[in-house]
Each structure stands twice: as C-alpha cells, then as structure tokens.
C-alpha cells in the first residue's frame, strides 16, 4: 500500500505521518509538502530515517509536478492535509489561499482521477477539512454533518470551495473519496501563531496576550493526538463519499481557556498565581470573527467507535509540558520571518 500524505511537515499532517509510519511498517508512506514557514521537517525527526517514510518537497499548486508524481508511484491513496491554515493570514492574503487551498487540492483531485482511472482499483482521496465551513453558531446547536456551509473568512471560504470539489469529483467521475470536519487542533508542534502555542509562548516570555474582542468567542478543542487517530479509522474504514465531523465536545470560551492555561502555567514556571493572567490585552477583533463552533460528533463515535483518548485537562497538561521542553525547537520556528508577520498582526489591532 502507498499513501500520499500532503501537509505531512505541519503541525497535523505530521501527527498522521507519524501515527501511519509506525503503525503500518508495510505501507509506504509518501510526505509531499512544500514546505511553507508551517512546514517544518524537524517536526519528523523521530521516523525520518524508517524504511517505509519517504520526503517529496513539492508544491501542490504546481500541475505539472503534481501529475508526474502520481503517474510515477500510482499511490493507492492520499490523504490530503497541506493548506493554507491560519485565519488571520487569510484575510491578509485570501489570493494565495485560494491558490493552495482550493487550485493545489483540485491538481491532486485532477491527478488521482487520472490514475484511479486506468483500472478503476480503490484510489481514495481523503480530504481533510475544518469545521469553519458551516460558519457560525449562535448560543445553542452543534455542527452536524447536514450543516449547510456558510463561510466566513477567506480561509474557510477557501475550504469549502475545496470541499465541493472532493464531492464533484467524487458525483462526476466517481472518484472514491471521503471527507472530514475537525474542530479546533491543539497539541505539540503547531506553530505559535495559533492561539494555544502562542499564548504558551508568550506567557513563557512575558510577552502580551492578545484576546480578539471580549474573549466571548466559543471553539471546541481536540487533542492533535486523537484527530489523526480518527484520520486512521476514517481512512480504513470510512463509507466512501461519505462526511464524518470530529470533534471532542469539549467547548471553551476563549477567555476561560485562556485564564485556565494562565493558572497552569504559573504552577508549571513557579510564578506567583495570577502573574501571567496579568499580560492580557483585550485587543481589536479579527474581522468576520465567527461566534461559536461546536461539532457533533455523534456519526463517527457510532459508526466507526471513535472517541478521545483524553480529557481536556490532560491534553492542554500534556501540550504545555511538550512546550516547555522544546524550547529549541520554539526558538527554532520563531526566528526570522515570524517576528515581522508577528509585529504587523501586533501593531495593526
Ligand atoms: P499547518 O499550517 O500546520 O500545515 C500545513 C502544511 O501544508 C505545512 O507543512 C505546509 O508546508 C504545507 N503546505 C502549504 N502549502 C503547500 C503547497 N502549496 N504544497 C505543498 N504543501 C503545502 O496546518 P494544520 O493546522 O496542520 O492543518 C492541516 C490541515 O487540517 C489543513 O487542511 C487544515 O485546513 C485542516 N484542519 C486544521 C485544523 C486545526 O485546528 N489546525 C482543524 C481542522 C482541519
Ligand atoms: O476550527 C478549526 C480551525 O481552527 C482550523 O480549520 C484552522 O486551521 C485553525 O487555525 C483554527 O482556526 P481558529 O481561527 O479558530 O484558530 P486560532 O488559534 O487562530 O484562534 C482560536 C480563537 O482564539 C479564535 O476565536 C481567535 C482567538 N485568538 C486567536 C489568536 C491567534 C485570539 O483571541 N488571540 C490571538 O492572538
């Protein structure tokens, strides 16, 4: 078996390359990314050198390129993470979003057609997507797989696009293919411009924390851990054309997240309680800033018998720990081009 894996340098691809690697030492796992700031090799390192994990640098939205690998290696299957990720970059750049997101996924989607038809032998394409396609929630209610999308940003907008497109291709060439909706990730090896790793890093530098409005907007948070073991099942054992939500029914407002990584924090560095809830700033809101998510992941706790392997509590303990003890690889990520897009975010609220 050989499996595609795009993406597979960032922060969830890498948890899915690793989990693949390990867990079927028969599968040749094939990491295409190219390598993006969010793109990070040494988030490997622990399986780069296992027989059955091989590197392609390469750019999705490159068709040529795209066409020669899979004409070459016939992958029995992709799953398909590399994205553009962050919301903010999004609504500075929505062009190159729309490039990667929804160009770079219809080049793969062009691609495995073209193979999966010389025989028509199962070539699944699994597309790996967001929650952030259904928009908003108010107060009550929880994102089902019937949701109909409503985006908001030019990330999600992105998304969706990219979404409908794994589903036309599945409806007009019969393409195999299926499809998830995550919640918020979180765990080790995200890159710090997502909240949670930013904040560890900031508080670990007494740096400002820059809350978006009130604080009063909701996301569900799943351990990084227990997203890509979902992507296993639902790669082995998902209905094709099928859509699975994952998610951990595990809602915070991000004001009571962020006190509570304040309080464990301070224990973990001997501060002090209250010290690092002293470095919040309310800053101005990010534009089109979505209310609520919370997904039901009711569909594939039934159907396929996931379900998180850990509490909240555990995986934000878990995750703060890993970033306490990867401080090179922090100092590593947050040299260079992040310190100007980090001033420009900084400054413009
Ligand atoms: P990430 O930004 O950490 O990683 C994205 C990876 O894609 C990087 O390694 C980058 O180098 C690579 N990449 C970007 N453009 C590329 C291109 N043109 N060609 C090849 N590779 C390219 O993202 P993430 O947070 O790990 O998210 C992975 C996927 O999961 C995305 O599709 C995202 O939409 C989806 N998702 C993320 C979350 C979350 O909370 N982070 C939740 C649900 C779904
Ligand atoms: O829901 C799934 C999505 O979760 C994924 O599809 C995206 O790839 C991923 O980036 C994430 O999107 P969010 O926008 O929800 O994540 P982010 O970590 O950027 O922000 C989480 C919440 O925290 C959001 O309400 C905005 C707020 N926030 C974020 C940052 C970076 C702040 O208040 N301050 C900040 O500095």
């Given at each position: ?13 890498s ?47 490159d ?26 970059r ?54 089902t797989?019937?949701t ?35 919640s ?14 930013l ?40 209905k ?9 029914f ?18 973990k ?8 809830e ?72």
């Open positions: 078996m050989k499996i595609l894996i795009t993406g597979g340098a960032g922060f969830i691809g948890h899915v390359v690793r989990l693949f690697v390990n867990k079927y030492p028969d599968y040749q796992i094939f990491n295409l990314d190219k390598l993006t700031y969010a793109g990070n090799l040494d988030n490997l390192k622990d399986i780069e050198q296992k027989s059955n994990y091989h590197f392609i640098k390469g750019d999705i939205v068709q040529d390129f795209v066409q020669e690998l899979y004409h070459k290696h016939k992958f029995d299957g992709t799953i398909h993470l590399a994205a553009e990720s962050h919301v903010d999004s609504i500075l750049n929505p062009l190159e979003f729309v490039q990667t997101n929804v160009i770079g996924t219809v080049n793969l989607l062009n691609a495995a057609r073209d193979i999966w038809k010389e025989n028509y032998t199962n070539k699944l394409f699994y597309h790996v997507s967001t929650d952030e396609v259904y928009g908003s929630l108010g107060n009550e209610g929880l994102f797989e019937s109909a999308y409503d985006p908001h940003s030019p990330y999600s907008a992105s998304k969706a696009s990219s979404d409908h497109f794994v589903r036309a291709y599945h409806d007009t060439y019969g393409l195999p293919i299926v499809i998830s909706n995550c918020n990730n979180y765990g080790a090896y995200q890159f710090p411009e997502k909240l949670i790793p904040f560890i890093h900031n508080i670990k530098n007494s740096k400002p924390l820059p809350v978006y409005g009130k604080g009063e907007n909701v996301r569900d948070w799943l351990y990084v851990v227990d997203h890509a073991r979902a992507i296993d099942l639902v790669y082995h054992q998902g094709q054309g099928a859509t699975y939500n994952i998610g951990g595990n809602e915070w407002k991000n004001i009571d997240l962020i006190r509570l990584m304040c309080q464990v924090m301070d224990k560095l001997n501060q002090t309680e209250g010290t690092a002293k470095l919040i700033e309310f800053v101005k809101d990010r534009a089109g800033h979505d209310l609520r998510y919370a997904i039901d992941a009711s569909k594939i706790n039934q159907e396929l018998g996931w379900s998180p392997s850990v509490t909240f509590e555990q995986g934000i303990e878990l995750t703060i720990d890993w970033y306490l003890e990867n401080t090179q690889w922090l100092d590593n990520v947050t040299s260079g081009n992040y310190q100007t897009y980090y001033e420009t975010q900084y400054v413009k609220r």
